[in-house]
């Protein structure tokens, strides 16, 4: 046996350290949730009956930055000094439990009140598009669940049981803008036309004032919601269905009307533009309708499937190109990386309780995690990096609080590889304006 394993073999483990922090990168997110002002703000807008909900929700949403993905882990947020590092009391997983447990459908609108008016704050503080291009992307997913406890939990068109959750995101930063929670049997497009209505509010409301445009794929395409953004003046791009009237659009274009553009090794790509017309009298429509067609070039895979395969969207934008149409709008593959960032960096990979509402709850916090950790990013310029990434540089860093000369400080690990994006981000939050009200 080794000298080391010898030493490893006496080494001795006791908790009873009350000075150590297990996750002092807190500290980090606990100053911009002061500065944004999110306890007071939940305080006054999530109306539940029992008291001080905005320390139960920060607390939640501090365990879900710390890596929480059930209940009962935010426990971790009870140990040692940690409670020093955070601006509220932390509360135990039982009185989250119930709390959650407690919410109805209008306390989910509470928070999602909440949720609209820390974006404004966050916004005004820098994180916002102001008069620039805001690009939302559109999308559902299925959030996957065991049991048959799990109220409205349901198979859906993935044939999984879970839930199904509608959530816009913003295409250059990934913060959510949005979400909505919904049962697993819900169709894709299910209450989406209200979605966009309360969407648009609430970006409209944070300080967006420049052109807005939504991009969507085929589930979400109706009539009925490109009326409606048209009415709220925003764009859209979204993925058409091929059914024979497309197809029949797509056939007679001309062979070539096609254009090459860049594509993966193995591949071909061609792009082209029709319009599209359906409808008759005073419902008549013609739109634009940009289609791309793709095939394998390997000589074997060619001859497996030789066909071209087409993909068609309708776009409202008529002033850049057809190739500039399609460059844009295959970017809307953006948002799963939202999606995954949200579900296994956020909380959101594990739906706990066995009430809807308390799930819709959970969402919420969810999202308000994740945002929490997008405006961090933007407003201390730090490098944009997964959840996952930022907790282990950032949050979940060790330390023992020791006083100096009469100053609580920090003492964080020697030599930590990341201490300088560290340093820089709490400085960069410290220097925010104290909330107004």
């Not at 087409?310 to 002033?319: E, G, L, R």
């Not at 594990?350 to 999202?367: F, K, R, T």
């Not at 996952?388 to 003492?411: E, K, Q």
């Given at each position: ?11 001795l ?16 997110s ?17 109306k ?85 291009a ?101 764009g ?46 005073n ?26 395969r ?10 850049i ?21 949200l ?27 994740h ?16 959840h ?50």
């Open positions: 046996m080794s000298l080391s394993s010898r030493k490893l073999g006496r080494l483990a006791t908790f009873d350290h009350d000075g150590i922090v297990a996750n002092a990168g807190l500290v980090v606990a100053t911009l949730m002061v500065r944004l002002g999110l306890e007071s703000l939940t305080d006054s807008w999530v539940t009956g029992a008291a001080r909900p905005g320390r139960k929700v920060l607390t939640l949403v501090a365990a879900m930055l710390a890596g929480a993905t059930h209940i009962d882990h935010v426990d971790m947020l009870r140990a040692g000094a940690t409670q020093r590092v955070l601006p509220f009391k932390v509360m135990a997983p039982s009185t989250i439990g119930s709390f959650l447990r407690s919410s109805t459908f209008g306390h989910i609108r509470h928070l999602d009140a909440v949720l609209s008016r820390a974006m404004a704050r966050a916004w005004a503080a820098g994180t916002g598009p102001g008069g620039k805001l690009v939302i992307d559109l999308d559902s997913t299925i959030c996957e669940v065991h049991g048959n406890q799990k109220q409205a939990a349901a198979y859906g068109y993935t044939k999984r049981l879970g839930y199904h959750p509608l959530m816009a995101t913003r295409a250059s930063t990934g913060e959510v803008l949005f979400a909505r929670m919904r049962k697993g049997s819900a169709n894709t497009a299910r209450g989406v036309v209200r979605f966009v209505d309360e969407l648009a509010a609430n970006v409209r409301r944070a300080g967006a004032t420049g052109p807005i445009t939504v991009r969507a794929d085929s589930g979400f395409w109706s009539w009925k919601l490109c009326d409606r953004l048209n009415a709220h003046g925003i859209w791009s979204i993925t058409v269905r091929l059914h024979k009237n497309i197809k029949a659009a797509i056939a007679a274009i001309d062979d070539t009307a096609w254009q090459d553009i860049d594509y993966t090794i193995g591949g071909q790509a061609q792009v082209t533009e029709t319009t599209y017309t359906t409808g008759k009298g419902k008549k429509r013609t739109i634009r309708l940009v289609v791309r067609r793709t095939r394998l070039t390997e000589p074997a895979q060619r001859r497996l499937w030789p066909d071209w087409h993909h068609a969207f309708i776009c409202s934008n008529t002033k190109s057809m190739t500039e149409a399609d460059r844009f709008h295959r970017e809307h593959a953006v948002v799963e990386l939202a999606i995954r960032d579900k296994q960096g956020a909380g959101l990979d594990h739906i706990p309780s066995g009430h809807y509402h308390a799930n819709a709850a959970w969402l919420a916090c969810a999202v308000l995690a945002n929490l950790g997008t405006w961090t990013t933007t407003l201390a310029e730090t490098p944009t990096v997964t996952r990434t930022r907790r282990t540089r950032f949050i979940s860093v060790p330390a023992v609080i020791v006083n100096r000369s009469g100053r609580p400080t920090l003492r964080l690990p020697a030599r930590w590889p990341w201490a300088t994006e560290f340093r820089a981000a709490l400085s960069a939050l410290r220097t925010l304006p104290a909330p107004s009200g």
